[in-house]
Every structure is written in structure tokens, then in C-alpha cells.
């Protein structure tokens, strides 16, 4: 009886080029929209901080 690894056991084997190109693009896109969410984030958050100085803030000083 021969001993088998766990590699060959578990695991499929190495990946085709094809596989890899398209996982390597896959990921490549992933990270791009994952980069343009937090920037639309980013820029969300600023325009609710400028929102929140220009509105709230001039009509609480003008009130006293």
C-alpha cells in the first residue's frame, strides 16, 4: 500500500494558464471596485462634512 500526500488526496493539481490569467484578472477587478467604493466613501464623508459646516454650523453661531 502506497502512502499518498495530502496534496494528492485533496488538491485538483496545478493550474491551467488559462486559470491563472483569469484568476489573476478576476483579482485585478475585485480590487479596482473595492478602490472606487472607499474613494466614493472618501468623497461621500466630505461632502457631508462640508454640508454639516456650511448648514449647521453658520446657523448655530448666527443664533447667539
Same mark, same amino acid.
Given at each position: 500500500?502506497?502512502?499518498e ?6 488538491g485538483?493539481?496545478?493550474e491551467?494558464?488559462?486559470? #491563472?490569467?483569469?484568476?489573476n ?29 456650511? #448648514? ?7 443664533t447667539?
Amino acid at each position: 500500500m502506497t502512502e499518498e500526500t495530502e496534496k494528492d488526496v485533496i488538491g485538483t493539481g496545478e493550474e491551467t494558464g488559462v486559470e #491563472r490569467a483569469i484568476g489573476n484578472h478576476v483579482g485585478v477587478v475585485i480590487h479596482l471596485f473595492l478602490s472606487v467604493l472607499a474613494l466614493l466613501l472618501v468623497i461621500a464623508a466630505g461632502i457631508a462634512a462640508y454640508d454639516t459646516v456650511v #448648514r449647521d454650523f453658520t446657523s448655530t453661531l448666527a443664533t447667539e
